[in-house]
């Protein structure tokens, strides 16, 4: 009777030099208990949390600049450049569609919003026709044969002239549509116009700037 009391006594005496948080273990043999304290790192209660991060107006002016200037002054014929960046200047797009929604209502914010969203339409429009032009001027380079001399040569594209056509419709909608960026279309999808008029012999609109 004596050490069941002393054993009673010695748990209660541990349980409250743990405190109350303190987790209980499995009860061994005898009725006796050992409690361990939680580490400090889980003796707090845990609480959900939200973080947000808030620009002012200016915020928002200042990075729309910025990423149109870094789009703009980028080279649009460089294929390999839009490959590498292209995808960074897609998050960063999708960023700022979130960050600028407070202010659009704004006519400063909402405009430039408007003009970067634009670019980015007349970029994936260039980088398209450019990408055709390219690739036809590559067939008619191959067609050739090796060095121009008809040796090893492929297959010829029998409708050229309609896709030559069609890429110089589009060079003067693209300019009709969207002048601001004249340009950015020029170094684009009117230089590969120059380069597949090197290949094949075709009329666009603006042909003399280049001499033809």
Known sequence: M???????????????????RAALSKPFSGGLT?????????AGS???YITTAKYTRDDVLTQLDEYHASVMSANWADYLNLVYTGPFWEAQLERLTSVVQPYLHEPAVGAKFAEVQEM???LYQCEDVRDHLNELAELATRSSGF????YAAAEKVENMADHAKLCAEAYDKMLEKHPSFK???????????????????FKWGTMHRYFF
Do not use: C, N, Y
């Open 34 to 42: 050992v409690a361990r304290p939680q580490p400090a790192f889980l």
């Open 46 to 48: 845990t609480r959900p």
């Open 147 to 150: 060095m121009g001399t008809g």
């Open 120 to 122: 980015m339409d007349v």
């Open 183 to 201: 340009p950015k279309i020029e170094q684009t999808i009117g230089h590969g116009l120059a380069v597949l008029r090197q290949k094949h012999k």
């Open 2 to 20: 004596a050490l069941r009391v002393a054993s009673s006594r010695l748990a209660a005496a541990v349980r409250a030099a743990a405190g109350p």
